[in-house]
């Protein structure tokens, strides 16, 4: 399979293999005979291995962060910053892997003891999308393997070049065989293929929406665990009280930056009346001002969409709101640079209302549209009038408003004066309602995922 640049389509990266069903089965049997040294193995082990395989990521972040830039478009700031994420990821597990922890409580029962303690659950499929070619995959793998799992990774078919790098690093971490194995292929082959398969014991999924509800169906049916990240149609409120260069920034990097495809991204603006009128003319200056083009030229702002289907979708949503009867204040139309690539301009719309097809579905394009509304009250119900709840922001100088919005918005991570898009590496990452379905990813929360809870009763 040939890996292009959407940058420069006469760019070919590489041709990469892809498998099948027989691959996912060897793949699965490997790491079934290789689970129950590795889950009951030496902590230390594991420590180790994650610990090498962070450094090595972060020493070669440069090298890692053109080829993620070259295949998915992101600029290479963004990149080399994903892949210093995916190392640091990999460290932080290296030290969660030593510190599972259980708990010791006295039963009800006198004389009895009670011990609570944490396994891991098996072997694990791990689905990733192409947007965070490296992030992803490391936010699943490093805890998978911290908690003792094996797992078979299923990286996106855009980006099989991150993934081949990354799992050559894995390869050369000192795991044993079997512990983990990459099957790169079809999401619909090899990726049903190992949500269906009986030998693996949990399922985490990133992608979209339509997929992720297939994905959950399947591993329900057969009793697999699973958990879903999928998308975001995330808020961002500007209140009257914000400071304007402030809002205005913040919301030009979560809306564009990476292209907008981001499921963290800020689609929509929602602006309170008396700074409405000078928000949207200053955002539209800055969103003119964003220089588009290759994902390796120094100074570029923004990258191409990653794909012609994605770009077809960003223009087909783009007609929508125009159709719709929303105000095209900046962009709107695909931009030529000096190589062939899927560049379109930052696009934003003004005079939106809440119940457009623009403001209620995931786009995942530099798509974003700014509605108006009365006061803070108006301005959260329509934060919580959408199916998604992933990320949700308010710019604002007001600690009342700041404080009912972080308690009231209705999404599983909350900004305040800081873009809805970018978050740590250390602390958990997820949402509510159809963004997300399951336990945490990220941070000391992942253990809820990755492991399973015991409880041990002793006479003593
Ligand atoms: N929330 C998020 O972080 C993301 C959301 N999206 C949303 O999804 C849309 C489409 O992006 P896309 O990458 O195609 O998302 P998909 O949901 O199609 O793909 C995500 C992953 O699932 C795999 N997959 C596809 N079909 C199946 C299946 N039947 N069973 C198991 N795995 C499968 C894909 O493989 P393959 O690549 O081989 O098809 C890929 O590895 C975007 O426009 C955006 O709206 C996309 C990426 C990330
Ligand atoms: O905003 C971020 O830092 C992470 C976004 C993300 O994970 C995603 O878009 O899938």
């Known amino acids: 399979m040939a890996n292009v640049n959407p940058s420069d389509l006469a760019d070919t990266i590489g041709h990469y293999a892809v498998g099948g069903k027989a691959h996912v089965d060897r793949a699965v049997q490997a790491a079934r005979a290789a689970l129950p040294a590795w889950s009951t193995g030496g902590i230390q082990a594991r420590a180790d291995a994650l610990d090498r395989i962070g450094s090595e990521i972060l020493a070669r972040k440069e090298e890692l962060g ?61 689905i990733s999308p192409w947007n965070f070619p490296i992030a992803i995959p490391a936010w699943k793998i490093a805890p998978a393997l911290a908690y003792g799992n094996c797992v078979v990774f299923k990286p996106a078919d855009l980006v099989p070049g991150s993934a081949w790098a990354l799992a050559e690093i894995i390869s050369r971490a000192g795991l044993p065989a079997g512990v983990f194995n990459l099957v790169m292929g079809a999401g619909r082959e090899v990726g049903q293929a190992l949500v269906d398969h009986p030998g693996i014991d949990a399922v985490s999924f990133t992608g979209s929406v339509g997929v992720g509800r297939q994905v959950a169906a399947a591993c329900v049916a057969r009793g697999a665990k699973v958990q879903l990240e999928m998308g975001g149609k995330n808020p961002q409120v500007v209140l009257d009280d914000a400071d304007l260069a402030v809002a205005v920034e913040l919301c030009a990097q979560s809306a564009f930056y990476s292209t907008g495809q981001r499921c963290t991204a800020s689609s929509r603006l929602i602006v309170t009346e008396g700074i409405y009128g000078r928000f949207v003319d200053a955002l539209a200056e800055r969103t003119r001002r964003i220089k588009v083009g290759h994902a390796l030229a120094a100074g570029v702002d923004m990258g191409p969409v990653v794909s012609a289907a994605q770009l077809e979708q ?30 379109l301009a930052p696009t934003l719309f003004a005079d939106s209302t809440p119940s457009m097809k623009i403001n209620r579905e995931e786009i995942f394009g530099p798509v974003a ?9 108006e301005a959260l119900a329509v934060v919580n009038d959408t199916e998604f709840g992933l990320s949700a922001g308010i710019a604002t100088t007001s600690l009342k ?15 305040v004066n800081l873009p809805t898009a ?24 992942a253990a809820e995922f990755y492991t399973t809870v015991k409880t041990a009763y002793t006479l003593a």
């Not at 960003?314 to 690539?341: F, K, P, S």
């Not at 404080?403 to 991570?413: P, S, V, Y």
């Not at 997820?430 to 941070?443: D, I």
């Open 401 to 415: 408003y700041a404080t009912h919005f972080k308690r009231h918005a209705q999404a599983g991570m909350v900004m």
């Open 66 to 126: 053109a080829l993620l830039a070259r295949e998915e478009g992101k600029t290479r700031p963004e990149a080399v910053g994903e892949v210093a994420r995916a190392g640091n990821i990999f460290k932080f597990f290296a030290g969660e892997a030593l510190r599972t922890a259980g708990e010791l409580l006295p039963s009800v029962r006198p004389g009895i003891g009670v011990e609570i303690t944490r396994e891991p659950i098996g072997v694990v499929g791990l």
């Open 314 to 343: 960003d223009q087909r949503y783009i007609e929508i709101g125009q159709r719709e009867g929303a105000r095209l204040v900046a962009g709107g139309a695909r931009v030529n640079c000096e190589t062939e690539g899927y560049y």
């Open 369 to 377: 549209s700014v509605v108006r509304v009365k006061d803070y009250d």
């Open 422 to 445: 970018g978050v740590d590496y250390h602390v958990p990452f997820g949402g509510r309602k159809g963004s997300s379905y399951g336990s945490r990813e990220q941070g000391r929360y």
